[in-house]
C-alpha cells in the first residue's frame, strides 16, 4: 500500500497508511557543495521511498522519465502538497504533444478542438494551476520549483532558468514585466524581434508556493502550434475566465540535456545553503502511478468533467449582444441568415438558451412558438440532473431532434443538417479519448 503523509498542525508529516511508496529511479548523487560539479557520480538503484525523511529533505530535486502529462501533473501535485513547509523542490519533465489549459480556462475557447481531434496524438489537459494554455511536446522541458511562500516572488525561479540559458549561449534571455522568459532574435545577438520562449504560471497555497513554466528548446512542431490554439468558436464566446495572452514564439536552440542539467545547477548553486548534504536527483520512472495518491490525481486529471466541467461561466452568441457587442463572422453558407443562438453556459451546462429562426415540419406552423420550445427543452438548468452538457454532445442534430421528441412538429430537414453542421464545427464532439 502507498504511503500517504500529510503535514500536521506543527509544520511536520505525519504517516497516514502503512508500508513505503516505492519509485524505481536512477539517483545522481552531488557534492554537499551543492551547485557546481554536476553530475560527478552516477548510480543506479532499484527503488527509493517517498518516506518521510526524504519529504523532510531541506533540498529535493527530481526528474520525470515519464512522458504522460497526467502523470507528471500528479507528481508535481504530491509533491506540492506532501514535501516539507520549509522545503525547496525542483521537479523537472518533459511531456508527449499535449494542450495544457489553466486551471480557469475555457477549452472551447483557448482551443482548436476539431484541429485537436485531426492530429489524434495529441491530449488535451487542464492543468491545477492559473495562467494561459501552453503546447508540450518532446522539444520542451518543463520545470516546477515549490518553496515556502516567504522566498517566494514571481521573478525570482524564471530568473534562475534565464541564468541557465546564458551558461548556455542564449546570452539575450530575460524575464520580462509579465513575468515571461523572452529573447531577442535568436537569443545570440542576431535579430531584434522579441519572441516568447517560457511562460509561468502559479499555485499558492497557506503553507506552499508553486512557480512552473515550459521552455521551448527544439519543438518540432513550432509551426504548427497556432492552429491548435485558435479556437473556431472564439469569435462568438464571451468567458469570464483566464484568456491566454497571444505572443511570438520560437525555439533556443539547446540540447534538452544540457539545459536540464544547467537547470539543476543554478538551482543547487541558489539553495547551497541549505542544503547540507549531498543532493540526489531522484528520476521518477513511470510505475510511481500505483501510488493512490498520484493514481488519485491522474484520474481527476483525466476526468470529462475535470478536463470540461470545470469552465467558468460563458455566453455562447451568433450575433452581438449588450455585454458582447463584437461583430460576428458571417455564418456558413448554408445557415440561414435568420438563424440565431444564445446560449450561457456554467461548468460545461447549458443554463440558458435562445433559439430564433429555426425552420419546422409539422402542423399549425407558428415557428416563433416552437423556437421558444425548443429553447426551454435545452435549457433545464444545473440543478437538474438532466441538464444539458455541452461536453457531452456528440452530434448536434441528435440533440436537435431530441428536444422535439413526441411532438407533432420537428425542424426541418434543411434546417436541421445546416445548423447542426454548424455547431458540431464550433463545438464538435468532446475531444477527450
Known amino acids: 500500500m502507498a504511503a500517504l503523509f500529510l503535514r500536521n498542525t506543527t509544520g511536520g508529516i505525519r504517516c497516514l497508511t502503512n508500508g513505503p511508496a516505492c519509485i524505481s529511479t536512477t539517483t545522481t548523487t552531488f557534492p554537499s557543495s551543492c551547485g557546481f560539479g554536476l553530475l560527478t557520480k552516477l548510480r543506479r538503484s532499484y527503488s527509493t521511498t517517498i518516506s518521510q525523511d526524504l519529504l523532510n529533505k531541506k533540498v529535493q530535486v527530481y526528474q520525470s522519465t515519464s512522458k504522460d502529462p497526467y502523470l507528471n501533473l500528479s507528481i508535481e501535485h504530491h509533491l506540492l502538497q506532501h514535501s516539507h513547509p520549509d522545503s525547496y523542490v525542483l521537479f523537472l519533465y518533459i511531456n508527449d504533444p499535449c494542450v495544457v489549459i489553466g486551471r480557469n480556462q475555457n477549452p472551447w475557447l483557448e482551443v482548436n ?104 528548446l527544439n519543438s518540432p512542431r513550432l509551426k504548427n502550434i497556432g492552429k491548435f490554439l485558435r479556437s473556431p468558436g472564439e469569435p462568438y464566446i464571451k468567458a469570464r475566465g483566464v484568456e491566454s495572452v497571444r505572443s511570438p514564439i520560437r525555439n533556443v536552440d539547446v540540447d534538452t540535456e544540457e539545459f536540464t542539467k544547467g537547470v539543476v545547477d543554478e538551482f543547487l548553486a541558489m539553495y547551497a545553503e541549505q542544503c547540507g548534504e549531498d543532493v540526489k536527483v531522484e528520476r521518477v520512472e513511470e510505475d510511481v502511478k500505483n501510488m493512490g495518491n498520484i493514481r488519485k490525481g491522474m484520474d481527476e486529471l483525466t476526468s470529462i468533467p475535470w478536463i470540461y466541467g470545470q469552465t467558468p461561466q460563458f455566453t455562447f452568441s451568433s450575433r452581438p449582444t449588450e455585454d458582447d457587442p463584437r461583430e460576428r463572422p458571417p455564418l456558413d453558407l448554408d445557415v440561414q441568415s435568420d438563424f440565431h443562438i444564445h446560449f450561457t453556459l456554467r461548468h460545461g451546462e447549458i443554463q440558458t438558451a435562445s433559439l430564433s429562426g429555426l425552420k419546422f415540419k409539422g402542423p399549425a406552423m407558428d415557428g416563433a412558438l416552437y423556437d421558444g420550445m425548443v429553447s426551454q427543452t435545452l435549457a433545464k438548468g444545473s440543478e437538474d440532473d438532466s441538464a444539458v452538457k455541452l461536453y457531452e454532445i456528440k452530434d448536434w442534430a441528435t440533440v436537435l431532434k431530441s428536444v422535439t421528441a413526441g411532438q407533432a412538429f420537428k425542424v426541418s430537414d434543411s434546417s436541421l443538417n445546416s445548423i447542426s453542421d454548424w455547431l458540431n464545427k464550433v463545438f464538435p464532439g468532446n475531444h477527450f479519448r
Open 113 to 216: 478542438l476539431p484541429a485537436l481531434q485531426e492530429a489524434e496524438d495529441i491530449k488535451l489537459v487542464r492543468r491545477r494551476s492559473g495562467g494561459g494554455t501552453v503546447f508540450h511536446d518532446h522539444g520542451n522541458v518543463n520545470w516546477s520549483v515549490i518553496c515556502p511562500p516567504a522566498v517566494f516572488d514571481r521573478d525570482r525561479h524564471a530568473e534562475m532558468v534565464v541564468r541557465a540559458l546564458k551558461d548556455l549561449g542564449v546570452t539575450t534571455a530575460k524575464v520580462n514585466e509579465r513575468h515571461d522568459i523572452v529573447i531577442a532574435g535568436d537569443g545570440r545577438g542576431n535579430g531584434k524581434d522579441i519572441f516568447k520562449v517560457s511562460g509561468s504560471a502559479y499555485k499558492l497555497t497557506r503553507l506552499r508556493s508553486l512557480h512552473h513554466g515550459t521552455c521551448l
